[in-house]
Structure formats: C-alpha cells, structure tokens
C-alpha cells in the first residue's frame, strides 16, 4: 500500500517543475503558459528510507524493495473551474481519483515568469483553488441530496444515515469551510469518505521558493504556514528548481551540493514523510535473505491488516505475527541475535503494528 497524491495548483507555479524533480524524468512538460500539461502526468516513485538499507545488509538480502508513492501532476486551474471554465472539468475529475493533495503556492518572484492573476499571494492563490473545489463539492451534493432527501423521509435507514453526512458536509460549504473540517465519529469515518468530496481530501502546501529561500523559506512561506496551521493542514518550503538540478546528479554528488546549499536531505525525502504524517501512515519491514522490503499501512493498524498488505491469504488465515523493533533488530545484528536477547516477539490479531516493526506472519493455509 502505498498513495497517490495529486499536485495541484494554478498555472505556473511549479507544478511540473516540481513533478520531474520528484519522478526524476521529463515526462512533463514544464512550460511558461498555463495548461501546459494536458493530460495528467503519473510518476511512480521509490520512498527513500535508510533503515531499509540497513536491514538488507544485516540479513544479507539479495534485493531491497522500498515501498513506492503516486504523484500525479494534474492540469492547472483557473478561477470559474467549478464551471468549466480553463480544464476545470478535467481537473475536479482527475483530482477525485487521489488520496491526499499537495497544493503547490508561488512564493517566489520572478519577472520572466508570469502569474495568472497577475501579482504573487499564495494565500489568495490557496484559496481560490479551495472555493473552487468547495463549489464543485456544494453542486455535486446539492444534486445528489434531492433523492437521499426522499428516501430518508420513506423511513430508510440507510437514506437516514447518508442525509446526515450530507447536510453536515453542505452546511460546511455553504459556511465557507472545507468538508475535511466535519466533526465525525468514528463509524461515520467511511460513510463520509464515500461521499467524494473534494474537499474532504488532506491537503499538504508546498512552498515552491526560490533558491535562496529553500533552507529557510520566506516571508511568502511564513505566511503559507500560518494559513496551514489554522487549517490544521501541513506545509513545507521545497525550491522545485533545487529538486530539478539535484535529480539530474549523480548520487555521489547530491550530498555535497545540497551541503552548499544549507540543505541536509532532497525535498522529495520532507515531502514524502509529511504526506505520510498526513494520511497517518507508518511503514514496516520483512528481511530475509531474498529480500527486504518496507511496507506501507494506516496508523493505528493491527496486524492482521499489516499481513493482509502482503496478501489477502496472510489476513484471512492469520495466526500470529513474529516481532521485532527496527531498533532490536539491528542493535542485535537480525533475527537470531534478537531473538537471543529477549527482543523476539509473538503477537497476535490485537497486535497495533508500530513503525518500523520487522515483521514475519504465520497463517494457515
């Protein structure tokens, strides 16, 4: 499991710029006019993380796998989407099909690059992408509740429950505010998601900065972060032109010049661990000989669902899950050492997997 993420935003703000760096190819196309991207580019990448190196060395793995994430670059928008106006049709299609978006601002200027609305404000910018999505949002549900409405009054309970979700989400919008911001209970969690609102997805800003900026962001950022706060959104400073110029080194290389640049790790890595800190995912592991290969599951996950990421049979036949922390494993050199110490575990289905668990399922076939 790993998720998609669509990078949105208005035109020539960085999008694509920011999607080849990540991706590390030229599969879009970065261009100053907007729509340059037609249709949406995807880019399946790696997730870098270092504690999967060191476990394929401790079990002397003859292939690492890292577990992978979805970026889609998705056309640009303009104001008067909602309706059609631009690729705005295309846009709130293509932007239903992901799990989180990363909403690139504009915090950097440039006189050879043009703005559609002709001045730099990534607060106003984020917000006309939001009312955008909240109109598209309140028109869906406000064809959709007509029907629902009637049900309900039948006496189907169902209908009854779906009414509820609605009108909370249409209250929201109609107030200004975003779906992802409904108070829900635990079981109301899912229901509301199947509702597919825009809006309810998380969102992730990405400061797009100039180059200066990139180890400390700017005014533009500050204030892009405080917007995110009071959202309870996240927001990270990245310079797309920095991610560009290091996708194109070689490994030995990045290091060095992100160095000089006040810079300790690639955007990609922030990126990833926010999106991830986001959609509240945690990582786990198997090691063996074959292979070392991290694995991606929600938060708060038991183990049965952990096995059942591996595959469906492990979830359905599961029996008990051998345990070891990431930290065990390698302060006792895998395994055998771990399990010598006291550090191997047993766990059964109420097991809640932690990150960077090592694990190996049992389960009856």
């Known amino acids: 499991m790993g998720f998609k993420c669509g990078i949105v935003g208005l035109p020539n703000v960085g999008k694509s710029t920011l999607f080849n760096a990540l991706t590390q190819t030229a599969a879009a196309q970065a261009a100053n006019y907007p729509f340059c991207t037609i249709e949406p580019n995807v880019g399946d990448v790696a997730v870098p993380d270092d504690r999967l190196d060191k476990l394929a060395v401790i079990a002397k793995s003859a292939q690492i796998v890292p577990t992978r994430i979805t970026f889609v670059d998705i056309a640009g928008l303009v104001r008067g989407a909602s309706k059609g106006e631009g690729l705005g049709n295309q846009f709130l299609a293509n932007i239903r099909e992901v799990d989180a978006i990363v909403h690139v601002l504009r915090c950097f200027e440039d006189g050879d690059v043009t703005h559609v609305e002709g001045r730099i404000d990534p607060v106003s910018d984020a917000e006309t992408v939001e009312t955008e999505l909240m109109l598209a949002d309140l028109e869906s549900l406000e064809k959709r509740i007509k029907p629902v409405e009637k049900k309900a009054h039948a006496g189907e309970k169902e209908a009854k429950e779906q009414l509820v979700l609605m009108t909370k989400a249409v209250d929201l919008l109609r107030a200004g505010r975003p779906a992802r911001q409904a108070e829900l209970s635990h079981e109301q969690q899912e229901p509301f998601r199947q509702l597919q609102l825009l809006t309810q997805k998380p969102v992730l800003y990405v400061c797009n900065v100039e180059e200066a900026s990139a180890a400390t962001g700017n005014d533009f ?13 996240g927001a990270i400073a990245i310079s797309a032109r920095i991610e560009e110029e290091v996708a194109q080194l070689a490994p030995e290389e990045r290091a060095e010049f992100l160095a000089s640049l006040g810079l300790e790790e690639p955007g990609l890595n922030r990126l990833i661990r926010a999106g991830y800190d986001l959609l509240g995912l ?7 000989p074959k292979e070392a290969k991290a694995w991606t599951v929600a938060k708060g996950a038991h183990a049965p669902q952990a096995a059942g990421v591996i595959h469906t049979d492990f979830e359905q036949g599961f029996i008990r899950a051998e345990t070891i922390t990431y930290e065990d494993y390698v302060a006792h050199g895998g395994e055998a050492g ?16 932690k990150d960077g668990d090592v694990m190996h399922f049992r389960f009856a076939n």
């Open 221 to 233: 950022s500050r204030r892009v972060a405080e917007m995110a706060k009071a959202q309870h959104a």
């Open 338 to 353: 771990a399990r010598d110490a006291g550090k191997f575990r047993l766990e059964g289905k109420e097991y809640v997997v």
């Open 282 to 288: 945690i990582t786990f592991f198997t090691a063996g």
